[in-house]
């Protein structure tokens, strides 16, 4: 009886152990596909967002065209999705590539404008001029553009964290705008 007992238990502890592996294979497979890495996903491609900008030189006048979500919000100079996605609403967030109505390029600038022999470098205890860029450009899904806006925000720079200063001022008015190009 005690070997039938053990052999019983044994199979039940197998069993569970394949369910639990199953269960954790569902989630990653599940977890990959909405993360936008897949075919279908927002990452894979990038690069053929960027190449929208690409043609266009940096030069679009507002067509006329209606802008429409779900949008995909795409930083020029890292690749990849911007931070700003996340303060659009949820309804306007593309989640996967078929969702994409219309592709935002963001591109983000600072410079600092030397004086007192500062030599355009910011320095922690030297107050400098300095300026915090954010320009959009927006294209339907086909790649066609659609509108470009940018707000340049500036200010005398104390330090490091100047331009996260000037970035918290100038990124909420540019998602402000983007709302209301997109009629959201």
């Known amino acids: 009886m005690r070997q039938v007992n053990s052999k019983l238990q044994r199979r039940g502890g197998n069993m569970l152990a394949v369910v639990v592996v199953l269960g954790i294979a569902v989630v990653v497979v599940v977890a990959v ?3 936008g890495v897949g075919p279908d996903g927002l990452y894979s491609h990038i690069d ?8 266009q030189r940096g030069s ?3 067509s ?3 802008a429409s979500g779900p949008v995909v919000v795409v930083n020029y100079e890292r690749s990849g999705i911007d931070d700003m996605m996340k303060d659009l609403p949820r309804a306007m967030r593309a989640e996967m590539h078929s969702d994409v109505e219309t592709v935002v390029i963001v591109t983000r600038q600072s410079t600092a404008l ?3 022999g500062a030599g355009g470098v910011i320095a922690p205890a030297m107050n400098v001029k300095g300026s915090y860029t954010i320009s959009v450009m927006l294209f339907d899904k086909t790649g066609e553009p659609i509108d470009a806006h940018g707000i340049t925000k500036k200010s005398a720079i104390t330090g ?3 331009e996260g200063e000037l970035r918290r001022k100038a990124d909420p008015e540019m998602v402000e705008w983007l709302l209301a190009r997109l009629g959201g």
């Open 33 to 35: 596909m909405k993360s």
């Open 48 to 55: 053929e967002y960027k190449a929208m900008a690409d043609r």
């Open 60 to 62: 679009i006048v507002d």
């Open 64 to 66: 006329g065209a209606v």
């Open 114 to 116: 030397g004086g007192s």
């Open 160 to 162: 490091a964290g100047a």
